[in-house]
């Protein structure tokens, strides 16, 4: 059961655009689960990552706060990759979610 909503959850985060992120909550609403972000976010912990072809640095807490257990590389390489792609952070060094959240 759990393979098929990883899957799901994969889906989903492929379709989030480059410059544009998306929270664990809107993943989890996106694939029926609305109650289920936090296993959105044991989904991307346990993904292939961005060159397995699964965008997860694009997920960030509804806040724009960055997950400080990012899995490939910790929060700075999140926002490395995220800043690579034209992603604006606050001052206080989160997403600016008012220009930057995917509007699916």
């Known amino acids: ?3 098929r909503f990883f899957a799901r959850v994969y889906d989903v985060v492929r379709q989030i ?9 809107q993943v989890a609403s996106m694939v029926g689960e ?4 936090r296993f959105v976010g044991f989904a991307m912990h346990s ?13 960030v807490f509804k806040d724009g706060s960055l ?5 490939f590389g910790g929060p700075d390489a999140q926002r490395a990759l995220l800043e690579e792609e034209g992603v604006t952070f606050l001052a206080d060094g989160r997403v600016d979610m008012g220009l930057c ?4």
Do not use: I, N
Not at 19 to 24: D, E, F, I, P, W
């Open 34 to 37: 609305p109650r289920k972000a």
């Open 67 to 71: 997950c400080a257990g990012y899995v």
């Open 17 to 25: 655009p480059e410059g544009r992120v998306a929270t664990y909550g």
């Open 101 to 104: 959240q995917w509007e699916a």
């Open 47 to 59: 993904s292939p990552g961005a060159k397995g072809g699964v965008p997860c640095h694009r997920v």
């Open 1 to 3: 059961m759990a393979e």
